[in-house]
């Protein structure tokens, strides 16, 4: 089994301030250049031990505000790390629902194609079949006997 990608909180500079400003977010570090300077050299530490485990997640802070609330939490590092866990489970379990999805109409249009087509069998009328040879054979004799008597 494949290990779990974790999810890393990343920020705009412009998002930067207004996520500061909630409650418990105070262990950030003050401006976005020191925390994103933090950032990189936490990617680039990653990046020497060859770990790639690890994906950014873009938090916005009316979202995750709103997720605070309805949780009850404050913006602690805990609960930011764990807003972006769930966001990043959320996109991967729908991007594998589309991908399930892709393969099952695969499958079912393969399937389609394998099985035997029903032919509709219509025996002919007797009647009609009897009628269109009975016109044909007088036709025939009518030319014959034309030819023959002259």
């Given at each position: 089994?494949?290990?779990?990608?974790?999810?890393?909180?990343?920020?705009?500079?412009?998002?930067?301030?207004?996520?500061?400003?909630?409650?418990?977010?105070?262990?950030?570090?003050?401006?976005?250049?020191?925390?994103?300077?933090?950032?990189?050299?936490?990617?680039?530490?990653?990046?020497?031990r060859?770990?790639?485990?690890?994906?950014?997640v873009?938090?916005?802070?009316?979202?995750?505000?709103?997720?605070?609330?309805?949780?009850?939490?404050?913006?602690?590092?805990?609960?930011?790390?764990?807003?972006?866990?769930?966001?990043?489970d959320?996109?991967?379990?729908?991007q594998?629902?589309?991908?399930?999805?892709?393969?099952?109409?695969?499958?079912?249009r393969?399937?389609?194609?394998?099985?035997?087509r029903?032919?509709?069998?219509?025996p002919?009328?007797?009647?009609?079949?009897?009628?269109?040879?009975?016109?044909?054979?007088?036709?025939?004799?009518?030319?014959?006997?034309?030819?023959?008597?002259?």
């Amino acid at each position: 089994m494949a290990s779990k990608v974790r999810a890393i909180p990343v920020y705009t500079a412009k998002d930067y301030p207004r996520i500061r400003q909630l409650p418990g977010a105070d262990d950030m570090p003050t401006t976005w250049e020191e925390w994103h300077t933090d950032f990189e050299a936490s990617k680039a530490e990653r990046l020497h031990r060859r770990d790639f485990t690890h994906a950014k997640v873009l938090v916005r802070p009316g979202k995750f505000k709103g997720w605070l609330d309805e949780n009850s939490f404050s913006a602690t590092e805990h609960t930011r790390q764990l807003y972006a866990q769930e966001r990043l489970d959320s996109k991967r379990a729908r991007q594998e629902g589309r991908r399930e999805l892709e393969r099952m109409l695969i499958v079912e249009r393969q399937q389609s194609y394998m099985r035997p087509r029903r032919v509709a069998y219509h025996p002919l009328n007797n009647g009609s079949f009897g009628l269109f040879h009975a016109v044909i054979a007088g036709l025939l004799f009518a030319w014959l006997a034309h030819h023959w008597l002259g």
